[in-house]
């Protein structure tokens, strides 16, 4: 039903967890805390936040150069197949002509 209202899963579990990135971060600021200890902990939650986000961008630039690597490995496989088939109907025409040429004289 989600689906039919153009809600995906994965876009519903990404909503679920920034709510709840957001929800924390306001339990955070508006906890009876010393203000020390509110900076401190927003700190170690930025910090997670931020080493999750490196991780994150590591793992899809190594995703990305592995499939840039196997689309440029494909290219090459498929640009020596057409240059093959093209040398290939080259000599077939070339035969082609010296034949008629043999006729005609």
Do not use: H
């Amino acid at each position: 039903m989600d689906e039919d209202r153009g809600f995906s899963a994965k876009s519903v579990l990404i909503s679920f967890l920034l709510g709840g990135l957001v929800g924390a971060g306001l339990a955070l600021l508006l906890a009876p805390q010393a203000g020390r200890e509110t900076r401190a902990k927003i700190k170690e939650t930025a910090e997670d936040v931020k080493e999750k986000a490196e991780t994150y961008i590591k793992e899809a630039k190594e995703k990305i150069a592995s499939t840039l690597d196997k689309a440029k490995e494909t290219l090459d496989e498929k640009k020596s197949a057409i240059t093959k088939a093209l040398e290939a109907g080259k000599e077939v025409y070339e035969k082609e002509v010296s034949k008629e040429k043999e006729q005609e004289g």
